[in-house]
């Protein structure tokens, strides 16, 4: 299960000539972090996915994508698949990372949910579960020049908090500043709010783990929230969805978790993966 599903979402992806030895990536994104401003990227987000174009499915990281400055029709969704020229990361080491050219970017169909989550897990596996935070977090202590620094790994969640975020200034309504292109965008605020996972990942010995949140649906939701309910409703709605409604029993949750360049012991939860839990009976069925 899975390879035919991945062949044909290979063959139907936009097309992108490599000359030479350039290397063309077929990704399916799975994480778009809520966007920082570095000293040399300016504002940048870190996006991760699953290649699609290799023997097997694996990790991948894209970075820096200057998301906000990207033309309309390129500013892509979460799980679409994009086509693109990728370049060596040269000052980033871990094993993923991959310096995206922007400028070849194609973008193709959204595997979206209403469709079958199946149909997304197939395109995943075997990534699914096939390792554990702890296991993540042993492997950079031992190198983590060479280690594996993402991973979709399934936890037992014991708490959710949300704070507000001491570091968050509105900005106001209309302010803006120009994207590369001179065109007007909306100037970056901060996530209203700090979110925080604690669990146990599947590692039997497990001592418990707690990661921050850094999903841009979260910034972006946390947002939408306070504009609109004010800053306790915002807290209490974040609480209701990615504790109540995206870990509830009936779904079959995971993290995706990934490391910091800077600080490669130190892992983040970077989204979540949560398709109703029969999705998994219906892949082995092939429905």
């Known amino acids: 299960m899975g390879d ?66 990207l033309p309309a029709d390129k500013q892509f969704k ?41 149909h997304r897990q197939a395109l995943m596996e075997p990534l699914i579960g096939a390792t554990t935070t702890c296991e993540l977090l042993a492997g950079v202590r031992a190198d983590a020049g060479t280690a594996p620094s993402l991973g979709l790994i399934k936890p037992r969640v014991t708490d959710f908090s949300v704070a507000v975020n001491p570091a968050y200034q509105a900005v106001d309504a209309g302010s803006a500043t120009t994207d590369l292109f001179g065109h007007p965008k909306d100037l970056l605020e901060e996530s209203p709010v700090i979110a925080k996972f604690k669990y146990r990942c599947a590692s039997r010995d497990c001592g418990g783990h707690q990661q921050s949140l850094i999903d841009w649906e979260s910034g972006q939701l946390a947002r939408r929230n306070r504009n609109e309910h004010g800053e306790a409703a915002m807290l209490r709605l974040h609480r209701e969805r990615f504790l109540d409604e995206r870990c509830s029993p009936d779904r079959d949750i995971h993290f995706y978790v990934g490391n910091m360049h800077q600080h490669p012991g130190d892992f983040l939860v970077l989204g979540l993966w949560s398709p109703p839990a029969n999705v998994a009976g219906q892949a082995t069925l092939g429905l």
Not at 53 to 60: A, L, M, Q, S, T
Not at 81 to 92: E, G, N, W, Y
Not at 96 to 115: C, F, I, M, Q, T
């Open 78 to 118: 979460k799980y679409q698949v994009l086509k693109l020229k990728v370049l060596p990361a040269t000052s980033d080491r871990r094993p993923e990372s991959l310096k995206p050219d922007l400028s070849s970017l194609r973008v193709g169909d959204v595997v979206a949910a209403a469709s079958g989550w199946a």
């Open 4 to 69: 035919w599903e991945r062949a044909q979402v290979v063959e139907r992806a936009p097309r992108l000539a490599a000359h030479g030895h350039e290397d063309v990536a077929t990704v399916l994104v799975t994480v778009k972090a809520y966007p920082a401003i570095g000293k040399k990227t300016g504002e940048a987000v870190c996006v991760a996915g699953v290649r699609l174009d290799r023997e097997k499915p694996e990790w991948i990281r894209l970075f820096p994508v200057g998301f906000r400055d």
